[in-house]
Nanobody
Framework: QVQLMESGGGLVQVGGSLRLSCVASGSISGVNEMRWHRQVPGKQREWVATIAPDGRANYADSVRGRFTIARGTGQNTVQLQMSGLKTEDTGVYYC??????????WGQGTQVTVSS
């Protein structure tokens, strides 16, 4: 079993910054693809960013240039540095790990609220 734990959410004003972290633990080995998604009540979960095992990063158009995804100190830790935050960035942010290209695991989410 694999567990993901997100942290770092909170309340921030428009234009501010936050850094989210996600730590994976359990039955995993090697470096796996990890992603961030977000969800606003009443809307579908939205993909935000991906970091591949080789370090390549991809971003949704809505966050490109403002958010940066990077590996943490552990093999299966990931951070999301968010800058220039907008009210539309408000939501619950979820970390996802994809093991072996097949098994998908989710964290419980961390709330990010951007106030004007």
């Amino acid at each position: 079993q694999v567990q993901l734990m997100e942290s770092g959410g909170g309340l921030v004003q428009v234009g501010g910054s936050l850094r989210l972290s996600c730590v994976a633990s359990g039955s995993i080995s090697g470096v796996n693809e990890m992603r961030w998604h977000r969800q606003v009540p009443g809307k579908q979960r939205e993909w935000v960013a991906t970091i591949a095992p080789d370090g390549r990063a991809n971003y949704a158009d809505s966050v490109r240039g403002r958010f940066t995804i990077a590996r943490g100190t552990g093999q299966n830790t990931v951070q999301l540095q968010m800058s220039g935050l907008k009210t539309e960035d408000t939501g619950v942010y979820y970390c996802q790990l994809i093991r072996g290209g097949v098994w998908v695991y989710w964290g419980q989410g961390t709330q990010v609220t951007v106030s004007s």
